[in-house]
């Protein structure tokens, strides 16, 4: 298993070397010192911020969003009306993923119940649910994609939050859906919206929008507020 410099990390992240000794320094990325330099493997570092990107501090969130959405385009992009506001019933983490991945608009060669089960299997790996109510629903980092060159993003709401395994046992309501087409897409897409449920006003008026257009708006406006900001 081939290791990582600091350097050829940063390349990799789209972040500064300075960002990347940051984040390890702060156990927000696994490493070892191997001669007195940092080194990093791929496929640890594929794990562990697949598990842990919603957590990590907003100035690195921010400078690898930045770095990273470019050729993707922001979630608000590729959100469509269809797919911004699909109201769930309350029941299991199972019940709930398939039922949003039951009513997603997809593209027809997409198998929905490998799509759910893929899903489900990431969430029994490490709840992406958060003390915000929002979960962050995906398919593992580490597996084959299931869309390939294609992103997509949907917006799901209990009327009632559930357990989703959220830290502190925090009940789960919102749920955003990020189906990447490459590994680069699925970081940016990751970090772009753990910075979205961190954007004042941004979760409130996911909970209080009444159509999927409405969510088109909140989206795209607070993305565009985040990407003028200076990281």
């Not at 842990?52 to 930045?66: F, G, K, S, T």
Request: net charge neutral.
């Amino acid at each position: 298993m081939t290791s990582l410099s600091v350097k050829q990390l940063s390349e990799q992240l789209q972040v500064s070397e300075r960002t990347i000794c940051r984040m390890v320094n702060r156990g927000d990325l696994p490493g070892r010192k191997v001669g007195g330099q940092w080194r990093f493997w791929k496929s640890e570092v594929d794990y562990w911020l697949d598990l842990r990107m919603a957590r990590l501090a907003l100035p690195d969130l921010r400078e690898m969003n930045l770095q990273l959405h470019d050729g993707a385009g922001p979630l608000g992009s590729v959100l469509t009306e269809a797919n911004a506001l699909i109201d769930l019933s309350p029941g299991s983490r199972h019940d709930v993923i398939h039922a949003l991945v039951g009513a997603v608009a997809l593209p027809d060669w997409v198998d929905r119940a490998i799509l759910a089960d893929r899903i489900c299997e990431r969430e029994e790996a490490h709840p992406t649910g958060t003390v915000e109510g929002i979960a962050f629903l995906h398919t593992a980092r580490w597996q084959p994609r299931i869309l390939t060159g294609v992103d997509l993003v949907a917006v799901g709401r209990l009327a009632e939050p559930i357990d989703f395994g959220a830290a502190d046992g925090a009940s789960t309501d919102l749920f955003l859906l990020l189906l990447a087409g490459d590994d680069r897409r699925h970081l940016a897409m990751l970090a772009g919206a753990a910075r979205l449920s961190r954007f004042p006003g941004f979760l409130r008026d996911l909970r209080a929008a009444r159509t999927g257009a409405e969510v088109q708006g909140i989206v795209r406006r607070a993305e565009a507020t985040m990407f003028r900001e200076t990281p």
